[in-house]
């Protein structure tokens, strides 16, 4: 299934901080797991890249690992130029 928006729920409890499944384009966020506002909002941003890399078709061409890897740099990007 396709669609042109990701949904994003939050939970209070979870296994992880954040997951996303591209099957139904939605994101689930764990509260719990987080320490801060600005904490949840990087998990949020996390998860909607993935939702961002499925719609261009780039993770045809990558591993969990290496979109993970991805994204971390992504995320970091900022502090390190
Ligand atoms: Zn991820």
Redesign the pocket.
């Known amino acids: 299934m396709s669609h042109d928006k990701c949904l994003c729920d939050f939970k209070i409890v979870g296994e992880d901080r954040g997951c996303y499944y591209d099957q139904t384009d939605r994101c689930l966020i764990y509260l719990h797991h987080h320490e801060s506002l600005s904490d949840l909002y990087m998990t949020v941003q996390?998860e909607l890249i993935?939702f961002c890399l499925a719609k261009i078709d780039e993770t045809d061409d990558m591993d969990e690992v290496q979109e993970?890897s991805l994204?971390f740099h992504m995320a970091w990007a900022e502090e390190i130029l």
């Open positions: 996390h993935h993970e994204i």
